[in-house]
């Protein structure tokens, strides 16, 4: 690879690392599985190796995912609770190097018994629990503190969370140190998590992607009480060893069970790479019969002294490493693969399977990715082809099985136009991709950037495929701006809309005018801008003014800005169509200054938790962001504790027999918006509450 491609290869790997890494830590809502994710961060280790001139201090493969909590109204858990006080660690909370490959646990033996030159030592093999870690200080035998990970230099103060966590002792027995620190993982057994997901559907809520996203958005909650009900188990399997003076690792561990510390029993003292090899056969299927999740093995070496010879690199420990399990795989045949142009004009190659079950889901499409990978597979139409998940929604072709490759099967051609367009497709030097360069007059990259600017993470504004479809078809919208302009007239003039439907996505474009500059900006599709850069850029400058102003050495000062995003939003910036655009929509209303989240339009709700229910003439995500810029709390189910159920239409029969029980007012959207302040609530809706119409949400899979 040259040096411009491992620099564009570089950016785009940090900012994909990053933004999956919140979603991972923060949103307890993961987009990509966690053997791509390790994928990726394998690879950007590589070409940082390999091209130490683009290191940063702050790239991903140098600091741990941090579950700090997130900014107000960011947490993907309503109940979730905004602003835990953050606290130092005594010693740095550190991640685990970690592997799919035995071959590597066999280097990393080698690499230690080099490093030790001779000293005896043993391993001490463990599960890796899946879960979210957790650090708890005794002091006196009494539980005093209890950290999140955090960033690994500070965590969440959740400590009458835990305190509600049965198996956590709040007072020590036996001959415990005057004071220590001990880490695990909070856990959240299978039985609870279907139990919490089936209460949480019957009230309306999204369910948990899996346990640990339950586990970590539980242990985060506003009320500790909640907590308690959540099923949260724990497990110990690290005591700092500045912190006590036990010869070995399976020393402490056992005198901390001794103590009446929750600690597992399924780990082994292992004697070198035969006996690691032998313990991971058994847990890789045994644990399938365990009543948690596990994510593969933690093989550490035993003794502490020759731990501390081996010491840390800034993200990991030297003396452990994790060896993980492979996702669940299945087999099918690929029936045929479509080319889909995204909002870039990148084409990208999916494949047409055979339908198979996969970890509990159908399975009909999977993502190629691109050329190469095609070219590297060797893949043909009527293969038999190993499907992987992609996180959430997208499933991706990992491998063929060749034994089953029918005799005469045709390599797939891929096109050199654009399957929409027409138009020669390009390919830079540096890309992994082929592109369209009809940006202009491409439909697809038209109607994606619609799509991108509509969607929920960015303006959050009520339309799906089948509407923007629509949009394009009727001439409605080309551009963004374009949406600002449609009439309730024009709208009724399209197949199948009525007049409920029409109003709500008029308040939901009314709605989008609240929408903080950070997204605005994360709106736009500006290339390499995520989210966490949208962030980064809003803050720093404030405005789009100063933003466009700026030259490319001052957008790289910026954190995490490299040449690569500057020069993207350098050029995006000085483009005489994009400014008109940015006009357009700046003159629709459109925020394009003030950093952070929703400004704080009131405090007409100051210290009142609001729970939510039903469907209102604007979003959820909106209504929550609503309660909040006015000082309120959004709450997820309701207790004695909450100040109102906010009942849209059809609110949960669930949530109001729990109001009635506990003398919780219901208020309906009109009442709730009558208790804003006139000015603040300008620019949302009033109307009383519309049905929900059906639009659809845009999905490829
Ligand atoms: S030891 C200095 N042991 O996996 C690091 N970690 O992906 C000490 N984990 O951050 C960690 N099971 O949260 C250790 N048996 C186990 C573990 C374990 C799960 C977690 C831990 C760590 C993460 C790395």
Redesign the pocket.
Known sequence: MDIQAAQIRIAELREILRENSRRYYVDNAPTMSDYEFDQLMHELERLEAEFPQFDSPDSPTRRVGSDLDAPVGANAESGARQGFVQRPHRYPM???G?TYSISEIEEFAARADKALDGMPFTYSC????DGT?ICLSYRKGRLVQALT?GDGIQGDDVTENVRRIPGIPQQLQGDYPEEFEI?G?ILMPYAAFDALNREREAQEEAPFANPRNAASGSLKLIDPEEVAHRGLICTL??IPAESVTFASHSEALDAAARWGLPVSEDRRICHGIHEIKAFIDHWDSARKFLPYATDGI?I?INELACQRMLGYTAK??RW?V?YKFKAEQACTELLSIDYQVGRTGAVTPVANLAPVQLSGTLVKRATLNNADQMALLDIRVGDWVFVEKGGEIIPKITGIDPARRVPGAERPAFPDRCPDCGTPLVRGEAEAKWFCPNQDGCPMQIKGRLLHFVSRKAMDILAGDMTVDQFYAAGLARTAADLYDISKYQLLSLEGWQDRAAQRFLDSLDASRQVPFERVLFALGIRYVGETTAKGLARHFGDIDALAAATREQLLEVEDVGEVIACSVFEFLHNPAHLEQIARLRAAGLRFSGAGQDAALSDALAGKTVVISGNFSISRERMKDLIVAHGGKAGSSVSARTAFLLAGAKPGPEKLRKCEKFGVPVVSEEEFMAMLPETASAGLPSGANPQPAAIEEPTLF
């Open positions: 550190l991640s685990l970690n463990e599960l890796k629990f870690a990970r880490r993982e399997y690290h933690v550490k990991s420990p452990a994790a």
